[in-house]
Each structure stands twice: as structure tokens, then as C-alpha cells.
């Protein structure tokens, strides 16, 4: 396939016809100015920046470079496609997976089949507006002419789901491999505080491998060790157990965190953690890793998104 870089200047760059007002943040190149004041064509807030270099192919279709339209909404890529893996792509966990040149993805939890396949050119990852815009399951905005890329935050899904219960579908999943009176919470919570300080990795191989952690493989983790077998990621252990509310809470309790302004309505988990009893959980998170915080107070009382018990 015949590729062709071509650079634009973002100083010359016409606004984009269907850009409207609102807040913006993004990534930018050195020389670049962030494009403030940027919603998508249906209202929505939109991460937005000014793309300098892209590709065509032969066919005259348009290709971006995934890890700047990534950060354009604050998450983090981890290119492991090179050896074999995925490119994962999250905030503190991951929510997206692909390889290039496969249209097969993971994108919260379900397997999508893209329009375009990714490539890799000179080292990146590249991927077409409308393949970025399936993957993410949002709006994407792409003006060539000017470089200017709008990404609206992806939408839940599951919205309106209530106590675990999307409308119309029935109970809740429930996972009770093992009964609470089968699991001594004291001991999981022990054997959780074995890892503290082990370090943070975003989208971390197992374990036994790497001797790092991201906030899901830490949950499943501990765990897998008492019997139960967590899913991989925070957005699928958030479908398992049932919720419970802040006085209900007990020790070896999940809790699920939002992360403000990732998503339309903030309702998808970006985060989770062990509640270890008086008010603290155990989970982990940059540095140092594997840590104990306070839940009633502080970052993370503030975004608590709920709560969950699977024991």
C-alpha cells in the first residue's frame, strides 16, 4: 500500500465548520496551539487537537497517529503489538486493545470488528478517523485541511443500569464461586498488604511475569488466590456481584472509580480497589504502587462511582 506523509501548518488551519464552543484539552506538538472552545456535531464535549503529520494511503484515506488522538482524552497507550501483544489503551486500566493490521479489537469489554485495520509506519500506530471513532465508541471530527481532530468522551453503554441491572435485562450477573463464610476477609486483606510498594504498570502482564501491577490485575490477583476469578478489567468486574452502598460496605468489598470528564456521563469505572475496613482501601496507582487510602476522604472520596461485592 502506497503511504504519503504530508505536514500542515496548524497557524494556517481553517477552524472546522462544525466546531461550536465548550471546554478542550489535548496534545500538542511543540509548535502547536491548543484548539480551545471545541464540542462535537451533537453537543458533546470533545477532546481536540491539531494533528501536524498524518498519512494517505492510495485510496486516498486518511490515517492519524493513535497515540496523540489517545491523550487527546488523557489516556495512556502501551504498545506491546511489536512482540506479539496489543496495544492497550486506558486510563489506569485498560479499555482498549488492538494489533495492526487486525480489525479485530477490544473496546470495553467487547470484541468490534473495525472498517479499517490499523497500520504501523516509522514505529506508530496509525488508524483512520472512522476506525478511531468505532474503537472508541464515540465521535471523532477530522478536518484535513487544518489538522484539527475532535474526540467527543465515549458514552456508557450501560447507562441507566441500576444496582447492576441494565433496563430490560433481568438480574444482575453474580459470581459466588464462594460464599462470604468461605473466604476469611482478614486473610485476603493480609495477603494484600503482602504487595504493597509492588509498582504500577499500566496494562501489566501477569504477575508471575512482571512483578508489577495495574488496578484490575491487582483485584483479580488477590482474588484468584481465595477462588475467585475475577475478569481481567475493571469495566468487566464491574458486571460481577452485586452493589452495595457506603453503610453496607464490608472488608473485601470492590469500589470502582470514576474518572472526571473521561466520560459523557462518568459512569463507566476507571479505577478499583479493595476495601480493607476503617474506611481504607487498598488498590494501586503511580507511585508507589500497591498503596492504602483513605475513602471517606480526599481524591478518591470524591469520585467514587459505587460500590460491590462479589465474596
Known sequence: MKITLHKKSAAAAAILALTLTSSACGYYQQDQKPKANSITPSGSFAGSYYEKSYVTDNQGKFWIPLKPAAAAL???????????????????????????DSAQVFSLGDKVTLPDAPIRRNGQIYITPTALSKLLQTEVGWNPASGEINIAPPT???????????????????????????VDTGELVSYAKKFLGVPYDFGAGSYEETKKFDCSSFTR???????????????????????????????????????????????????????????????????????????????????????????
Not at 76 to 87: C, E, I, L, M, Q
Not at 284 to 290: A, D, L
Not at 299 to 309: A, E, G, K, S
Request: aromatic share 10%; charged share 25%.
Open 221 to 311: 490477583h488477590v482474588f484468584k488466590k481465595f477462588g475467585v476469578d475475577l475478569p481481567r478489567l475493571a469495566r468487566d468486574q464491574d458486571n460481577i456481584g452485586r452493589r452495595v452502598n457506603r453503610d453496607d460496605l464490608k472488608t473485601g468489598d470492590l469500589i470502582f472509580f470514576t474518572v472526571p470528564g473521561r466520560f459523557e456521563s462518568d459512569a463507566i469505572p476507571g479505577h478499583v480497589g479493595i476495601y480493607i475496613g476503617s474506611g481504607k482501601f487498598i488498590h494501586t496507582w503511580g507511585e508507589p504502587g500497591v498503596q492504602i487510602s483513605e475513602l471517606d476522604s480526599g481524591y478518591w472520596h470524591n469520585v467514587i462511582l459505587h460500590m460491590q461485592r462479589v465474596l
Open 74 to 100: 488523557g489516556y495512556r497507550v502501551k504498545d506491546d503489538s511489536t512482540s506479539g501483544g496489543y496495544a492497550k489503551i486506558g486510563y489506569t486500566d485498560v479499555m482498549y486493545m488492538l494489533k495492526p
Open 156 to 182: 456508557d453503554k450501560d447507562k441507566g443500569a441500576v444496582n447492576g441491572i441494565a433496563s430490560g435485562q433481568g438480574t444482575p450477573n453474580t459470581l459466588r464461586i464462594q460464599s462470604a463464610s468461605d
